[in-house]
């Protein structure tokens, strides 16, 4: 299994309104991420997490909020956001427990998120 | 991690090898170069990687230059679906450092 699985697939959501996008991996891949997409522009990274524990925080809005459950799961809570955050949310893995890392990053297909 | 710099867009004949070249004129003896490439609507995918030494897999070869400031991503045989933006990246391997993309470049394959 090489695949990384996202859900929801689209989300709309208000600016008052709390939703979560799930990430999950089941190549016992030790690093996960989290990136955030605008049209027309590279991914930028906003989250990494290694060993289960948050390593990178990208100056993100606390609106925003990472959890790392277990080693094969991400989520990405979300409070309070606005119209301005509306993009495609990318997440990836990275890194084998026991074998050797050459830092190749799988990423999922994406939830695109809509803030009305 | 080093800057690359890409060609913001080119394209490539169906059938033809596409020729993506990539500099990296700042690189550090332990940075790696990295292939990715993002589809329309669909994730990045990775392609290849290289230290210093030309690479070749299924999807690609990845030729770096004895002095390791430029990279070319050779496609042997372009097709339609090889349409997207291709990203060259610099970084340290293994750890799990962070993936900066750049613009890239925006490659479309002509019939």
């Known amino acids: 299994d090489t695949e990384v699985t996202q859900t929801p697939k689209h989300l709309v959501m208000g600016m008052t309104n709390k939703k979560s996008l799930k990430c999950e991996q089941h190549?016992?891949?030790?690093?996960m991420y989290w990136y955030k997409q605008k049209a027309k522009k590279p991914p930028e990274l906003m989250f990494v997490y290694s060993y289960e524990k948050l390593s990178i925080n990208e100056s993100v809005p606390s609106r925003f909020s990472p959890e790392c459950p277990n080693s094969s799961l991400l989520n990405l809570h979300l409070h309070a956001l606005q119209p301005e955050d509306s993009a495609l949310y990318l997440c990836?893995?990275?890194?084998?427990?026991?074998?050797?890392?050459?830092?190749?990053?799988?990423f999922g297909e994406g939830s695109r998120l809509t803030v009305l | 991690d080093a800057k690359t710099t890409q060609p913001p867009s080119m394209d490539c004949a169906e059938g033809r090898a596409a020729n993506l070249p990539c500099n990296h004129s700042t690189i550090s003896g332990n940075e790696y170069v990295y292939w990715y490439r993002q589809i329309h609507s669909q994730g990045p995918q990775y392609i290849i990687h290289g230290l210093k030494n030309n690479e070749t897999n299924e999807m690609a070869s990845l030729i770096i230059t004895e002095d390791r400031k430029s990279s070319t991503l050779i496609l042997p045989h372009a097709t339609l679906r090889d349409t997207a933006v291709y990203y060259c990246i610099v970084r340290v391997a293994g750890g799990n450092n962070r993936l900066a993309f750049g613009k890239g470049n925006q490659v479309v394959v002509i019939p």
């Open positions: 190549m016992g891949h030790r690093a």
């Open positions: 990836a893995s990275s890194g084998s427990a026991g074998g050797t890392n050459t830092g190749e990053l799988f």
